[in-house]
């Protein structure tokens, strides 16, 4: 009998606030150390803690975006730890009564099948600050300007049963984040990241003793960590030996998990409710304003996208990615034909973005500019061979699509007596591969076409020449 796989994650999303959640300094990335710090993240002497609204805000977006069930009331609590860059000693956060309840996540696996992952809970909390080790010899830094940043901390049942599933709901709740604009994603700044407990036993027995790996802050570390681990965990098994509960990490490096602590449970944390904050007390008007601002989600766009553009699942899944780049096919889909849209945002609009390392939201090439283009394929204005040429000149220098064509004469040529006069020549020119052609040799026939575009220099409409090549080809 085989081992089962179970690992459930929790996600550290980052909310965009502009300022803190319990005080009024800025959370923008990427200023000096320590210059983003008041009394209250500072944990000074009587300093008190008041809670960003905005936060509350997203929190409950969240929430309803997974139809979960949402805390009336709920309560923050004291996490007691002693850290380096936890000034206070303890964390703010939430834990028996969170702000959003269970709820669920679907997930499109890569068989074509969904699964349903459910969430626990989602809670509040604030960040810890940062230990800097690379700028000094012998001693490290620590920066509190992260230190009360808002974090949605998103903890899952354990209902994965593969690295392969815990990315897939990874990328989802990622995807899901960003839609609803509460957090921005970016993983390199850590800003979204996740913890991930993963764990073995036999099918059908209790859940196995579990190591929890911490700070995975992208796709792959988490798939590479979580199959390192599985294998870890079996080969001891298997030997006879006994998981020991802990917390690791995850060396990207050497490609391995290890050791970082032995793992903590609750009542090590001695959880208490804060003194400093009264319950957060919903009501049903301010529920009902968040639900007001809730945009198009991602499952319901996708499947819009395969009813209003004909769409193959796959396409329309690739295409609601993202709010941005949903928003840019629908301008490119625009009085064209959606299929050969979504074949260009989805082949070499993006093909060029992830090449150059760059988001969709810095394009240099605009959707109208791109819908133009597929307009001029499908006039036979140009081929989708010159198309390809043009866009590369768009992406990285800029200029206007027809501005382009005129100025490199780059029309496409449909004249039929035109065509066939550069067909009849290189036919002329061939008169043994005409033969073998006519003796059985088909794939002769790419040959042909091949010289007849060379001739004309990429500019004669290519069902035209196949069309009257196969015409005179076959005429004896």
């Known amino acids: 009998m085989g081992w089962e796989v179970v690992i459930g994650l929790e996600v550290h999303a980052q909310l965009n606030t502009a300022t803190k959640i319990f005080c009024g300094c800025s959370t923008t990335f990427g200023a000096e150390p320590n210059s983003h710090t008041c009394p209250v993240c500072l944990a000074m002497p009587g300093a008190l803690p008041v809670l960003n609204e905005a936060a509350v805000d997203k929190a409950i977006a969240l929430g309803l975006a997974i139809g979960a069930e949402l805390n009336r009331q709920s309560v923050f609590a004291r996490k007691n730890y002693f850290y380096p860059d936890l000034p206070k000693g303890y964390q703010i956060s939430q834990y028996e009564l969170p702000v959003v309840g269970k709820g669920t ?7 074509g099948t969904e699964k349903v992952v459910g969430v626990t809970r989602a809670h509040l909390e604030e960040d810890a600050g940062k230990s800097l080790h690379e700028a000094f010899v012998d001693q490290s830094g620590i920066d509190l300007n992260r230190a009360g940043t ?13 690295p392969a599933e815990a990315v897939a709901y990874l990328k989802k709740l990622h995807a899901l984040v960003r839609y609803l604009d509460i957090c921005d994603g970016n993983m390199q700044e850590g800003s979204f990241r996740c913890d ?40 001891i098994l298997e030997r006879g030996g006994c998981i020991v509960q802990e917390t690791r990490l995850y060396d990207a490096g050497r490609g391995e998990t290890r050791s970082m602590r032995s ?58 990615m993202s709010r941005v780049l949903a928003d840019y096919y629908e301008q490119v889909a625009v009085g064209v034909d959606s299929k050969l ?3 260009w945002v989805m082949g070499e609009l993006l093909g060029a973005l992830n090449k ?19 307009q001029r394929i499908e006039d036979q204005t140009i081929s989708g061979k010159i198309a390809k040429e043009i866009f590369e000149d768009l992406f990285h220098s800029g200029g206007e699509v027809d501005a382009i064509i005129e100025k490199r ?23 043994q591969q005409v033969a073998d052609f006519r003796a059985g040799k088909d794939k002769l026939l790419g040959f042909f076409v091949g010289q007849v575009m060379k001739a004309s220099k990429g500019k004669a409409n290519p069902d035209q020449v196949n069309t009257i090549l196969l015409e005179r080809l076959r005429k004896e």
């Open 105 to 111: 996540l679907t997930i499109s696996l890569t068989d």
């Open 150 to 162: 808002p974090l949605l901390e998103i903890v899952s049942e354990p209902d994965m049963r593969s």
């Open 196 to 235: 991930a407990n993963v764990s073995l036993r036999r099918p059908g027995a209790p859940l196995g003793t579990r190591a929890e790996i911490k700070n995975l802050n992208s796709f792959r570390f988490l798939e590479k960590a979580l199959e390192y681990e599985i294998a870890r965990q079996r080969d």
């Open 263 to 320: 793992k903590e449970e609750a009542n090590d944390y001695r959880y208490f409710p804060d003194p400093d904050l009264l319950p957060l007390v919903l009501d049903p008007a301010r529920i009902a304003r968040v639900r007001g601002t809730l945009p198009e989600l991602p499952d319901i766009k996708r499947a819009r996208f395969m009813r209003q553009y004909a769409l193959p699942a796959y396409d329309a899944g690739v295409l609601t």
């Open 341 to 343: 849209a979504a074949n």
């Open 356 to 374: 150059a390392g760059i988001e969709i939201e810095t394009c240099p090439v605009s959707a109208e500019k791109l819908r133009l283009l597929v």
């Open 409 to 431: 004469g780059l029309r496409q040529i449909t004249d039929t007596g035109a065509i066939a006069a550069l067909v009849d020549g290189i036919v002329a020119a061939h008169p």
